[in-house]
Structure formats: structure tokens, C-alpha cells
């Protein structure tokens, strides 16, 4: 093969844990070669969560709210003792999350921390997330509602799944003095409108002037105005600082439905810095391999249009998902398997046992519990309870023990892991 | 506390409760039907949807397969609405019982049903979906049936006709006796919690397979004892049609021996699981790797095709050895059905009818409502054996592909489309609230679904729940925090059908769907800022 690359480092997966590993690595000097297919990062919400909420033990107790997710760790670790946060020190969360904030600040997509607490923050459904670290654009949102003052809400005709009314009819108790409007957006020409469309559509300023003349008149006694996360696509904070300014009350965003614009925004967003900062990046592309014998390196090819490439790498680091990404496949007859190592998966005994009959069960589904179990070092293990390679290592959703969906910790475990998968096989280099 | 009179009391929403208020109907008496649930919630919602030639029973039970060939043509007359006409072929391959294949085309004759022989070849290239390994193959006059369409249609022109009603969410709270006449039936609205009584002249017990409860509430000291035997039957829905025709296994009865086209989609069946209790059916994992296994030897690509649905219904079979507690195959008991006149215990205004069939629906309620009508003293003979059903126009919305039609013809260019797998307009969603407004004051998803194609495709409604429910605050129809209990009812009803097929694709897009519903939303909470459930580890 022509085009062999040589590298310290290989990422498979380009979701949250595979971008935030790549940052990790950059900025430790380790040459990186990162694919996979980005799709599931566009779903994201643009939330990070670290914990949001425990589950409950028993069928008729109900999961637990977590406003503190730091002084919460105590509760998961008795709960799910294998839970990936068990490896990773509270402090080592917050230098993870404080470098990838920066990096995504530098790149025009500032978070903002909670400190100790988490933020709660209005869904498009009209009920409250808790959250540690959200983008500055949905700031202004969580302070309105924690302080209680008044707020409009704004709909756009066209764009579904986000009704005013609606997050102020199901709010009214926690939030009393939210008031819904629906207007159409300046400029569309009636019909769907879809939320990338509105943000592209934002970046300009006369758009902006627009809306906000159209949304001006329904200002009166509030002191925030709320939009659905369409507020720019490249700098939202600019957008959202103008609107804020034309309007004369600080504005934020609300989430929509996936695929939403701070998904897509991350995407981009890393799509275009990693390379910048050395990544050898190649998006939906395919890496794939098998596991060499101890002393040696890996040697893994990159498939996809156009580009067929082998790479060499002394490391890998496996951050590939779960179903929506692709790094697990649930199969009727094989049960949950692992799709690029085939490696050990804990999971149930048998497809029975994947899902509990109630959808909402407060326990949720042993299913998302599924995963890679891994050592100290964040190493797969095998069967036998040894690492399967010394230089491959894994890290994000993943892993098992974790139900990154009930437990509100998929930002958290991906960047958390990310970071001290990085550390270790670094120091093993 | 509520008080209302009507002629007829009919217990059960389903193909037969309708049916018998249609019936009645057209011999001049109104009536109510008092439904727990939905229309359809039991075995009329959770079959095949599949028109009988009667080629089933032929084998073992000749008076059921004659009835059902007897209903099947006057059905495709009268309703041609509710009935594709896709045909049916019965098939055996390598190994089946070749005496069973050699005797059926004599027991058809002897049923009176069509059959001609199909060489496996032609049958094969009628049916790309068929075995290599097939061995024989007969054409009978099977059709499917949309059994929503066909129970709405039925409720519709009994209310056009004489003012009939339904009492849907209703359940029945308990009888009360004067003198061998049940003199009031005590009601209660299972969403609210208020109660009503109602003063019929005649009471019909159409429960289905919850006919036995029904009957036990009216005189537990006498005992109305009804001897049934709850059967659970479950099957899948796959993502694409697999076949034109149904497609039946040429074999006595078994589990995966059936597959009927629904619309865009098939329907692979069935189990047979006795069950104690009509309230615990529930489809299992293991009954849906048992119909996979054994539709694969009839059609391979049963075995590898995508499902996105996987649901139950429970046969109410009598238990023609007088007990219900029987533990055994309800394969062995009849699918003809019985009408109890309770009169032995006295009881001169009360009947059950129980057992049969979707396709004989429509001569259980002949029967019911002649027995009903001869202790009104009404002579008026039945016309349902005449009389088409009329097509609504509000009822044509379960018809798989229907919206999709329509979409294309004349959609607005601004109305959205809020389920985007079935192409479910928001002008449709507003008119079937138009049509529901009676009968729900307040509207859910639930209802939209049962009468609509939302939340039936791929995504199995986790995006178009949160859509429908968005245009429904956004029209007025929602206004407060009920909407919540209702997405997460709507949900939850999905689940119960996507969780034995959970594999492959749709586990892809059952994660996506709980990332969305509890990951983002919350809705695993039921009241997500009750203080008690907060941890504020202070």
C-alpha cells in the first residue's frame, strides 16, 4: 500500500470522546490519525452533561434529580460501582472539561461550567434538564429560570417540535412568567423551515434585523427572550449577542430536536480545527483492524470514498460508541457484539434481558450498561480479565457500566475518559 | 353522578361491539358502547388483519371455514373499503406432512372454498419471498383487512343511523339486579375517575377475550360463568411488504405460519401462548425467535428482514371442556363462537357473545342482536347481510399508504408534515381531532394513532410523538401539563411493541428515540421538579 501514515496515536470514532481525545493528544505533541463516521455528533444536543440524575435501584422508585454532580459521585459509585467516573478523580473532570472548553472558546463555541451545580435548563418539550456545562448561548435561559424572571418564548412558524406554548404551558409552575409567541421567520417563504436553514439565515445581519423587528413588539414586562437553538451557525454568540442588543434583554437558545444546530455546530466546528492543529482527520471514513500481537504496532486501514489509506499507529484509542455510532451492533442471534476488535462485551445473557418491559423504567435498561469493561488505564479487557493489547485502549460511551442516557453523563464520560486514556497511554508511550 | 337510558348497552369497542351497534341500527334501535379502552383495544386491534378463505380450518373444523368463506365474499361485497383483495397461497416445502398437502384441496371442496394448484415454479415466481425448497402451492381467495377502518366505519353509520353512541376510556364498575333484569350499569370514566349509571332495556356482553370478568361482575353468587380460554398471539410488522399475496403455510396450525400484507408493510404470525390473565398479554422475545424461525423455512428473508414492531392480541377461545382454567394449546379449541343467553340464571336482558373470528364478525353480531331483538320485541330482520357500509372519509386514515396519497396529490405547500415516515399532514392531524372532538373532549396520541398511520413507521413515533404534540399546543387543543402524561403514554405503547425486536437497525433507532425522551426530555420523570426527588447532596 502506497499510503501508509505512521503515528503515535489512531482514534477510531468522531464523536464527542474521539474529538476531545484528538485535542488531548494534540496538545500533548502525539502525532494523531483519527476516522469515523460524524453523523452521531449532529444528534448531540450541544449540552454537556457530567451527572444529571441517578437511576433508582428498585422498579418503584423513582430516579434521582442531581443538582451537585461532584458531591453526587459518592451515590453513582454505590449504585454502579464500575461506573467510568470510579478511574477518573472529580478534579480530573473539571481539568478535561476546562481544556476542551477552551479549545472549543478558541474556535468561537464557548461552554460555560456550573461550578459546583449543575444548570438547569428549559427543554423544547417544556421540562428541565440538569446540566453542568452548557454553551454560552444557552446562558441567559438557565438564569432567567433560576431566578424566576419573566421571559419570552419564540416560536418559528414552520420549524416543528417547538411550540412556545408549549414549553410555557409545562413550565408555568417552575417558571410562571413565560410567555409564548409564534412568529414567522423574515425572509422564509413560508413552509418547513428547518433549523440549519434559520441559523445559516441569522448570519446575517439583516436577517437579524428582521426577526428582530418581528419580534420586537412582544417585549413587554420580560427580561430574556428565548429562541430554539437557530441563533448562527459559525459564531452564535455574535448572533445572539446582536439579537440580545436589538432587543434590549439578554437572549438564549433553546434545544431542538436532533439533528439540531449545536450538534451540527460541533461537528463542524472540530472538522475544521483538528486539522489545523496536526489531526490527520478523515470523516466518514471507516478504521478498521486487528488486534497484533503484544510487541507489535497496529496496523489499520482506513476505508471509504475517496480515501484508502493504511496506517500504522503504536496506540489506538477506541472511541467508537454505542448502537448510533456504530461501535456496537445488537445482533438476534450473537447478542451485542463490538464491531471493530470484536472484543469481550458485558452484557446480559440473553436478548430478554437487553430492555425492562416499562419504557420508563426508573432502573432503565440493563442494555446501556453494556460495554467494554477496562482496566486502570482504560484498557479493553478480555475474557480472561487481562488488557487484550497494551497499546489499545478505549474510551467514551462505549465503555460499560455507564447509561450515559438515564444517568445524564454522556458529555462527562466521553471527555472524561477521553482524557485520562490519553494520559495513560502517553506515560506508556 | 350521571344518568343516562338507552335501548342496548353493548360492553366492547372491538368488531363486534361495533358491528352489533351497526346492526342494531339498521333495525331501528339506538344504542351505547362502553369501552374500557379504545376502539379495537383487544383482539380486533392485535390480529393479522387477515380475511379468512377459511383454508385455515378446513383440516380440523369445517363448520368455522365455511362460516369464514360465507363472510369473506359478502365482506369484499359490502365493505370493499376495509379489504384489499390481495388473494392467498397456502404453500408447503421439503419435509411438511405430505398426506396433510395431498388431503387439502378435498377438505376446500367439502368447505366450498376456491383452491387451484400452483406448481412451486410459478407459485415462486408469483412470490420471489418463497423457499426454494417449496413443494406445493394453492391459490385461495384470502384478502387482508384493515380492522380500524372497518370497526370506525361500522361505529360511524350506527350513529348516522339511529344516534348511537361510544363511551370510550369507560369502564364497567358493576351491575345492578332488580328482579331478573339488570336494572342499571354503574360506569366509570377510567381517565377522570367519575362515575355514571346507565338504565338499558337490554345489555350485550361484547368483551372479547374479558368477557368471563364482564360476566362474573353481574352475579358472582349465581355465577354467569363463561368458560374462556385466553390465548396470546403475537406477531411482527416488518419495515417493507414482503409479499402480494397472504401467504400461509401449508401445514395445521402453527406458530410463524402466516404472512399478510398490510398496505406498505407485512405481518408475520403467530403464537399461541395460554395465558391467565387477558391484562398481561404482552409480546415476548422468545415468541418473536419462534415465529422468525419458522416463517424462515416458508419465506428465508423472514429471517434477515428488518422488523419495526412487534404486538399481541388475545384470542378469546372457548374452552369447550367447560373450563377456563384449561392449561393447554389453544391451537385444539374451536374459533367458532357461542351466544349466552344467560337465561339459565335467570337473567332475561343480559347476553355474551364470545369466541369466533375477525372474519365472522359480522354474523356474531346477526346473531347477538336477533336474540337482542327478539326480547325487545323488535321483528325487523337483519340487514347487514344487504346493506354496504358506508365509506367515511374521517375513517380512511389507518390505511396504510392513504396519507402518503394524499400528501402527493394536494398538500399545501405550508402544511408541515408531522410524521414524516407515513407523510401525516398537520392538516390531517387537525381533522381527525375534528372528527374525535365528541368522542375525546380531551384529545391524546394515542387516539391519533389508533386512528391514523402516526407513529406506525420506522422511528415507531419517538419524533412525530413530540411533533404532533408540539401542534397540538400550538393549536389549542393541549394547553397544559397533561400533554407530558400524554407523549409519555404514547411512548411507552410504542415500546411495548419495539422491545422484543430490538436488534440490528432498530436498535440504532430505539437508542436515538431514548437519548431524545429521557436523555434530553426527562421524561422518565414523572414529575421532574417534585422536590422530593431531588438530591442536593448539601
Known sequence: MNDMMQCDLAIIGTGIAGMAAA?????????????????????????????????????????????????????????????????????????????????????????????????????????????????????????????????????????????????????????????????????????????????????????????????????????????????????????????????????????????????????????????????????????????????????????????????????????????????????????????????????????????????????????????????????????????????????????????????????????????????ALRRGR | MQQMQTDVLIIGAGAVGTGIARDLALRGVSSVVVERGDINSGASGGNHGLLHSGGRYVAGDVHSARECREENELLKRLAPQCIEECGGLYVAVAGDDERYIADFPGWCEAAGIQTQSVAPADARSMEPALSENLIAAYTLPDASLDPFRLSLENLAHAKALAGSTLLTRTAVDGFELDRGRIARVHLKDMARGETRTVEASQVIN??????????????????????????????????????????????????????????????????????PDPDLARPSVREVDVNLTNGAEMAPILASTRYVRAYCGVRPLLADDGSSEADRDGRSASRGFLLFD???????????????????????????????????????????????????????????????????????????????????SASAVDGLLQDCRDIFPDPDLQLLGKRSRIGKGACQGAFCGLRVASHLYDTGALSSRRGLGAMRVFFQERFKGQRPILWGAQMVQSELAEALHCGLLGLEFPAPESPEVELSHE
Not at chain 1, 158 to 175: D, M, P, T, Y
Not at chain 1, 371 to 392: E, I
Open chain 1, 23 to 423: 485535542v488531548f493528544a494534540a496538545n500533548r505533541g502525539l502525532s494523531v490519525v483519527q476516522a469515523g463516521s460524524t453523523g452521531a455528533l449532529a444528534y448531540t444536543s450541544g449540552v454537556f452533561d457530567v451527572l444529571g440524575a441517578l437511576p433508582s435501584e428498585t422498579a418503584g422508585g423513582r430516579p434521582t434529580v442531581v443538582r451537585k454532580p461532584f458531591a453526587a459521585m459518592a451515590d453513582l459509585f454505590r449504585i454502579e460501582p464500575g461506573h467510568p467516573y470510579a478511574g477518573v478523580p472529580a478534579e480530573e473532570i473539571r481539568a478535561a472539561f476546562a481544556e476542551v472548553s477552551a479549545f472549543l472558546a478558541d474556535i468561537g463555541l464557548p461552554y460555560q461550567t456550573g461550578g459546583d451545580d449543575n444548570y438547569r435548563l428549559p427543554t423544547p418539550a417544556g421540562t428541565v434538564k440538569h446540566s453542568w456545562c452548557v454553551p454560552e448561548t444557552a446562558l441567559a435561559g438557565c438564569l432567567a429560570l433560576e431566578s424566576g424572571k419573566p421571559a419570552l418564548i419564540v416560536a418559528l412558524h414552520g420549524l416543528k417540535g417547538f411550540s412556545s406554548r408549549q414549553i410555557a404551558a409545562n413550565l408555568a409552575e417552575v417558571w410562571p412568567g413565560l410567555q409564548p409567541v409564534s412568529v414567522p421567520m423574515p425572509g422564509h417563504t413560508g413552509g418547513e423551515l428547518y433549523p440549519e436553514q434559520a441559523a445559516r439565515m441569522l448570519e446575517t445581519a439583516s436577517a437579524r434585523k428582521a426577526l428582530a423587528e418581528v419580534v420586537a413588539p412582544h417585549v413587554r414586562g420580560v427580561e430574556a427572550v428565548g429562541f430554539p437553538a437557530v441563533l448562527g451557525m459559525h459564531r452564535p454568540g455574535d448572533v445572539t449577542r446582536d439579537l440580545a442588543e436589538r432587543l434590549g434583554v439578554p437572549v438564549f437558545e433553546i434545544p431542538t430536536m436532533p439533528p439540531g444546530v449545536p450538534g451540527i455546530r460541533l461537528k463542524e466546528a472540530f472538522e475544521s480545527a483538528l486539522p489545523e492543529r496536526g489531526v490527520a482527520l478523515f470523516c466518514q471514513q471507516k478504521m478498521s483492524g486487528i488486534v497484533p500481537e503484544p510487541a507489535d504496532p497496529f496496523v489499520l486501514r482506513i476505508t471509504g470514498q475517496p480515501v484508502e489509506r493504511e496506517v500504522r499507529a503504536a496506540k489506538v484509542l477506541l472511541c467508537s460508541g454505542r448502537f448510533l455510532g456504530g461501535g456496537l451492533a445488537a445482533r438476534q442471534d450473537l447478542g451485542i457484539v463490538e464491531t471493530v476488535f470484536d472484543l469481550a462485551v458485558r452484557q446480559p445473557e440473553s436478548r430478554s434481558g437487553w430492555h425492562r418491559q416499562d419504557y420508563f423504567d426508573p432502573r432503565g435498561h440493563p442494555v446501556h450498561r453494556t460495554g467494554l469493561a477496562v482496566d486502570q488505564q482504560f484498557r479493553p479487557l478480555a475474557k480472561d480479565g487481562r488488557p487484550v493489547h497494551p497499546g489499545l485502549h478505549a474510551a467514551g460511551s462505549i465503555l460499560a457500566h455507564q447509561d450515559w442516557i438515564r444517568m445524564k453523563c454522556g458529555a462527562g464520560v466521553a471527555i472524561a475518559t477521553a482524557y485520562k486514556a490519553v494520559e
Open chain 2, 206 to 275: 361484547a368483551a372479547g377475550a374479558w368477557a368471563g370478568r364482564v360476566a362474573g361482575l353481574v352475579n358472582s353468587r349465581v355465577g354467569t360463568s363463561i368458560p374462556l380460554l385466553c390465548s396470546q398471539g403475537t406477531l411482527l410488522v416488518t419495515h417493507d411488504r414482503l409479499s402480494e399475496r397472504v401467504i400461509h403455510r401449508l401445514r395445521p396450525p402453527g406458530d410463524g405460519d402466516i404472512l399478510v400484507p398490510g398496505g406498505t408493510v407485512s405481518i408475520l404470525g403467530t403464537t399461541s401462548v395460554t395465558i
Open chain 2, 342 to 424: 344467560h337465561e339459565n340464571v335467570g337473567l332475561g336482558n343480559f347476553c355474551s357473545v364470545v369466541g369466533g373470528k375477525l372474519t365472522t364478525y359480522r354474523l356474531m353480531a346477526e346473531q347477538t342482536v336477533d336474540l337482542v331483538c327478539g326480547r325487545l320485541g323488535n321483528s325487523t330482520a337483519c340487514r347487514t347481510r344487504e346493506v354496504p357500509l358506508p365509506v367515511m372519509d374521517a375513517c380512511s386514515w389507518t390505511e396504510p399508504g392513504r396519507s402518503a396519497k394524499v400528501w402527493v396529490m394536494g398538500h399545501a405547500s405550508d402544511d408541515e408534515i408531522l410524521c414524516e415516515c407515513e407523510l401525516v
